[in-house]
């Protein structure tokens, strides 16, 4: 066992502030942690949870989340001596603490005697006490109650030495983003009022000439209750903007107080960038923050690493590339899934080690200790119920070593790659909203589709919120961009004209900002950019497909299609619809762009997609549109598509991750590097000279050869860091 190094990286501001500025960031090491929730448990119990948290390598625990009703067993009493032992307990053995708020689930009195903060669902009905999470965003009541603890919670701990951040809430919105309440009625009118400033303006931006909608005065306006048909498009999307930005300025409300009361300490609270979870637009919410936060969990399925590679790389895009903070995911199985799988053996590690290729310098779980009672007492946590002597509690111990050895990444930043993904979250929600032309069709579904295409083609692509700066990316990928401003259109024209090479896909370019359509021919915004003209959608009934031929291979379109006219004639037909209704017509075109002559001449593109081909269908298009932008695999042949390759750097030298992917052992040659994790075989590619972590495997692993991935493993080979090409 070795002790385990404190966690001391986080002063404010934190991660997001360039190096050798004041308060930068400057790590110690990974971090390794959990949530912990001592109060479930006996006072003994504590003392063997830092015994086996110090034996795990532990250094940092998120505590009382959930404590609220302990800390604050009545309106006028308070009980800080338990949180008191608790906090000293773990400094005492070197364990820091991300310590919370508490403010995420109310306490029964609270609720019991302002039932008026209880949120309200579209139907009017209550969401009662008895699970989590039952308070309204925009409710004054409750954020009078939960601020003055969270000043309380401040004025005490704010100079424990154990303390290293705030933990806001917990997983606001998880539960709660959208209440139609009264609280929130009122608030949205606020809200609406901010944005628009007049009633004209509003009833403009909404359409409202359309059904006898137009609003006289601000008190008509409402959330989008249940009604008789489909509500007003614009209202819907706008309360979703509303929604996220409600919780936004909650979460701004406990970070000013925190803030003021600890000004040296650094806020976090934790996303949810996984899965369905879209409600929270965290591209707009990073800024509010000292360092981004992550919970995922995966989501058991054919895509299942592919989204948990995606969810975490776009965590790094929305912290824009710094390091952050994996706050939770599971050691093994959850409890809310229809069916709770078990982690396979060596998935524990693969799965944590996938976030930190991607910009994790916090490996956390849900939870320290496995509950014995309570709704999450089938969720496996870093101690089951099996004890310490378990299996998963010895991948526990073994990872923790893994993370020490990993310790010179902490810091590196994720090193860009010459694609990205652009994700939008107007996009998402305006494209998914009731009375379009199909409702089969899925925003995120439909990206992680393209990024699995990436995977197969062993190509590395960033994934980043639309507001990002393309203009280091070669290629950029828009799928589904259905929401486009002007702004947005001219940023994407000016990325072309610089040499850029942008695809987007079906849906894309249709609406501006309000949803209005943008009118003359689809793709709207991006018609003139994309040199093709659409008159009408003709998407598919379920069971229906039509077939395209695309560089000698016959693809499956399903969901949708389109009649493309091409306009431009620098657009050239990469794909044929052969069958169906479009069947003789472009399927797949790009335009070329040309600007500039002579030395300052460019040559960007526009690609477009004009059907769903999923993420085997993807495959041979964007190898096609890479190749034609010049953008190749890092990885040996061999390998692409069983391993996964990610990189992260700090100027000096490059880390580069490489996840198997598979079942089996895998075989990565010629990988030139200091191995920090994984193993090197000799040149022959028989004898094992290293392992993990041992200093004979440090120095002997500087050669170059191949390199043995266990099945679900993972390397981390440290190079010296090759630059990033400017375009
Ligand atoms: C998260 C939550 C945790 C725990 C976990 C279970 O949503 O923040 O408290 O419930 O899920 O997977």
């Known amino acids: 066992m070795s002790s385990p190094t404190p966690f001391r990286w986080l002063r404010r501001p934190g991660p997001h502030t360039p190096p050798g500025e004041p308060g930068a960031y400057t790590p110690s090491g990974l971090s390794y942690g959990a ?11 504590w003392d063997e949870d830092v015994r086996l948290m110090r034996e795990a390598g532990v250094t940092v625990v998120s505590l009382a989340i959930f404590s609220w009703a302990r800390i604050q067993p009545t309106e006028d009493t308070w009980d800080f001596a338990w949180l008191d032992d608790a906090m000293d307990l773990l400094h005492a053995h070197g364990i820091t603490v991300d310590l919370a708020t508490a403010t995420a689930s109310p306490p029964p009195w609270l609720t019991t005697k302002h039932p008026e903060v209880l949120p309200q669902t579209r139907t009017g009905e209550t969401l009662w006490p008895g699970a989590r999470q039952q308070w309204r965003p925009t409710s004054p009541v409750f954020r009078e109650h939960a601020l003055r603890l969270v000043e309380r919670m401040a004025e005490r701990y704010g100079d424990h030495p154990a303390l290293v951040a705030w933990h806001v809430s917990n997983e606001l919105g998880c539960h709660n983003v959208y ?12 809200w609406l009022r901010d944005r628009y400033t007049t009633l004209d303006a509003l009833n403009a931006a909404w359409g409202t000439a359309f059904w006898s ?23 819907q999307l706008d309360f979703k903007r509303f929604s996220s930005d409600a919780l936004r300025q909650y979460l ?11 000004p040296d300490v650094p806020v976090t609270t934790n996303f949810m960038v996984m899965g369905e979870t879209k409600g929270m637009d965290y591209a707009a919410w990073a800024d509010e923050l000292d360092f981004v936060s992550n919970d995922h969990y995966v989501l058991p399925g054919p895509q299942a690493l592919d989204e948990l590679s995606f969810s975490a790389n776009l965590t790094g895009g929305i912290a824009r590339h710094r390091p952050w903070f994996l706050m939770e995911h599971s050691t093994s199985a959850v409890n809310w899934q229809p069916v709770n799988v078990a982690k396979k053996p060596g998935e524990l590690a693969r799965d944590s080690l996938t976030h930190v290729a991607h910009g994790a310098d916090a490996v956390c779980y849900f939870q320290w200790r496995q509950s014995a009672a309570g709704a999450e007492k089938y969720h496996s946590g870093m101690v089951p119920h099996a004890g310490e002597r378990s299996r998963l509690f010895r991948d526990v111990v073994a990872l923790g070593a893994t993370l020490r050895d990993l310790a010179p990444v902490a810091g590196s930043t994720q090193k860009p790659a010459r694609a990205a993904i652009v994700f939008d979250w107007d996009s998402w929600w305006t494209s998914e909203l009731d009375s379009h032309p199909t409702d089969r069709l899925r925003y995120r579904q439909e990206a992680l589709d393209w990024y699995s295409a990436f995977l197969a083609l062993g190509v590395r692509a960033d994934v980043v919120p639309s507001a990002t700066d393309l203009a280091t990316y070669d290629v950029v990928v828009a799928p589904v961009l259905h929401v486009v401003p002007a702004g947005l259109r001219d940023r994407l024209t000016a990325f072309v004209e610089a040499g850029g090479h942008l695809v987007t896909t079906y849906f894309s370019g249709v609406v501006d900002q309000d949803d209005h359509a943008w ?44 009649p493309v006219d091409v306009v431009d004639p620098d657009v050239e037909v990469l794909g044929w619809y052969k069958t169906g209704e479009q069947a003789g017509r472009a399927a797949v075109t790009r335009r070329t762009v040309r600007t500039g002559d002579g030395a300052g001449s ?19 298009v964007l190898a096609r549109l890479l190749d034609d932008a010049g953008v190749r695999s890092e990885l040996p ?47 022959s590619g028989t004898r094992a000279v290293t392992t993990d972590g041992t200093a004979e495997g440090t120095a002997e692993g500087t050669a170059g050869g191949a390199l043995l991935l266990e099945p679900r493993g993972v390397a981390v080979v440290r190079r010296p860091a090759e630059p990033t090409p400017p375009r």
């Open 519 to 562: 009118l003359g021919g689809y793709p709207g915004a991006l018609r003139d950019l994309l040199g093709i003209r659409v008159e009408e959608f003709a998407p598919l009934l379920d069971g229906e497909s039509a077939t395209v031929e695309l560089a000698g291979e016959q693809l499956e379109g399903t969901v949708w299609t389109e």
């Open 602 to 620: 460019r040559e960007g593109s526009a690609a477009y997609v004009s059907t769903r081909f999923g993420r085997q269908g993807l495959v041979p």
């Open 637 to 683: 042949a061999a390998v692409r598509g069983d391993v996964e390759l990610a990189v992260r750097t700090d100027g000096t030298d490059d880390f580069w991750f490489l996840v198997n992917r598979t079942a089996r052992p895998v075989e990565v040659p010629d990988v030139a590097g200091d191995v920090l994790a994984g193993r090197r075989l000799t040149a």
């Open 35 to 45: 949530d912990y929730n001592p109060d479930q448990w006996p006072r003994e119990v």
């Open 179 to 190: 209440d139609f309440s009264d609280d929130a009625a009122a608030a949205f009118r606020a």
């Open 213 to 235: 909608q137009r609003y006289s005065a601000w008190e008509q306006v409402l959330p989008p209750r249940l009604a008789a048909s489909h509500p007003n498009p614009t209202q």
């Open 252 to 262: 701004r409300a406990e970070a000013e107080i925190l803030r003021r009361v600890t």
